[in-house]
């Protein structure tokens, strides 16, 4: 019997094994090699959206943290439309050329909320988020008066003994101590805007020309008129019957000349429209808790030791002289202020001055604030 092995057969089934081997080996190859492939565009595709989503909403998170600090940026959202605002990274805080879309819904602002829609985008992915943020406003008169001393001019509060018990707000820088000079909030180089004052129409006022109180004499006013000069001489008391509450009592007077006293009885409020300025400047000197207004161009000195004025000054364009242990104890509006040492500025705010009507001569401010609450 021949048992001889044909080598020529069995080489030629090996050649097949190896070469299923190979390609069962090649299949599972590729399927790694695209299994990888899948697992790493995965993952860049959840790294992109993942920083897309960071970009988004730090930019919402910049974009509330300016209208937090300065609500006048809300302004750049129009009501009715929807404003842009694009983030380059000028700062380099978040990643190179991070674009960033900040858009406000306009129908919410009217709600009592403000919706922030930022849309972040990395390569080709884009993602994003809602921040929604509260507003409260502060409508009324008493939103004006919420500094001891506002000054559009810079304030000086170094001099000696001079001193401010409360917040100090400017258009320009404010110098002083905190605590020491200034017992309060500092606010430099603000934004906001005073109205110029509207002075009464003096057409349906009686005119009674100058009013002078003698010394150690008194008079009375208790109705609103116009007045050329009010002077109250040393030791004089002029009386100023506001009535009762809700009743309004308007006074417009060319200058007044304080060197006794003027004392506001009642419950009303007493409103004093000053047109050219005056003085309050003699030891003793008073002014009872009402408003005082000074027309644009106007300036009203306030001097002496022992002279004090309890109320409200509004003259967003007027000067106010200060000096000489001086107290304004209330809240002031000022262009400017012309001061020597020695004065002091002190906060309060006075509610029974009635505030329903003020709007027909004061442009009345309405404080907003926003407050971030919610992601959505």
Same mark, same amino acid.
């Given at each position: 019997?021949?048992?001889?092995?044909?080598?020529?057969?069995?080489?030629?089934?090996?050649?097949?094994?190896?070469?299923?081997?190979?390609?069962?080996?090649?299949?599972?190859?590729?399927?790694?090699?695209?299994?990888?492939?899948?697992?790493?565009?995965?993952? $860049?595709?959840?790294?992109?959206?993942?920083?897309? =989503?960071? !970009? *988004?909403?730090?930019? +919402?998170?910049?974009?509330?943290?300016? /209208?937090?600090?300065?609500?006048?940026?809300?302004?750049?959202?129009?009501?009715g439309t929807i404003s842009l605002l694009m983030f380059t990274d000028v700062e380099g805080d978040l990643g190179a050329g991070a674009p960033i879309e900040v858009r406000l819904v306009p129908d919410d602002v009217d709600d009592g909320i403000v919706r922030l829609r930022s849309t972040g985008r990395h390569h080709r992915t884009a993602q994003t988020v809602s921040l929604v943020m509260l507003v409260?406003?502060?409508?009324? $008169?008493?939103?004006?008066?919420?500094?001891?001393? =506002?000054? !559009? *001019?810079?304030?000086? +509060?170094?001099?000696?003994?001079?001193? /401010?018990?409360?917040?100090?707000?400017?258009?320009?820088?404010?110098?002083?101590?905190?605590?020491?000079?200034?017992?309060?909030?500092?606010?430099?180089?603000?934004?906001?805007?005073?109205?110029?004052?509207?002075?009464?129409?003096?057409?349906?006022?009686?005119?009674?020309?100058?009013?002078?109180?003698?010394?150690?004499?008194?008079?009375?006013?208790?109705?609103?008129?116009v007045y050329s000069q009010i002077n109250v001489n040393n030791h004089g008391t002029l009386y100023i019957d506001s009535g009762g509450a809700g009743d309004e009592l308007v006074i417009v007077v060319g200058s007044i000349d304080i060197k006794g006293k003027i004392e506001v009885q009642g419950t009303g409020t007493v409103m004093m429209f000053v047109q050219d300025g005056g003085s309050i400047r003699t030891p003793g000197s008073e002014m009872g808790v009402l408003l005082m207004v000074l027309a644009d161009g106007s300036s009203l000195t306030v001097q002496t030791p022992g002279t004090h004025f309890h109320g409200y000054i509004y003259g967003p364009n007027a000067v106010l002289k200060n000096a000489a242990h001086s107290r304004i104890v209330g809240s002031v509006i000022v262009g400017a202020l012309d001061s020597n040492p020695v004065w002091t500025f002190e906060y309060r705010s006075f509610p029974e001055i009635d505030t329903s009507s003020l709007e027909e001569y004061i442009g009345i401010v309405e404080s907003i604030h926003f407050e971030r609450a919610r992601w959505e």
């Open positions: 019997m021949n048992s001889r092995i044909d080598w020529r057969q069995e080489q030629g089934g090996a050649l097949v094994w190896v070469l299923f081997l190979l390609m069962v080996l090649t299949i599972l190859g590729f399927g790694y090699i695209s299994l990888s492939t899948t697992e790493t565009l995965q993952s $860049f595709r959840y790294a992109s959206r993942l920083q897309a =989503y960071h !970009y *988004a909403k730090a930019g +919402a998170e910049i974009v509330a943290e300016r /209208i937090e600090s300065d609500p006048d940026t809300i302004s750049a959202f129009a009501h409260t406003e502060n409508k009324g $008169f008493h939103g004006l008066f919420d500094n001891a001393l =506002y000054s !559009y *001019a810079p304030i000086d +509060a170094t001099q000696t003994h001079s001193l /401010i018990i409360g917040d100090a707000e400017s258009a320009g820088s404010i110098s002083g101590e905190v605590p020491g000079d200034i017992d309060g909030n500092v606010k430099p180089y603000s934004t906001r805007v005073y109205e110029s004052p509207i002075m009464p129409d003096v057409s349906g006022l009686p005119n009674h020309g100058v009013l002078s109180v003698g010394n150690h004499s008194t008079d009375t006013v208790s109705d609103s008129g």
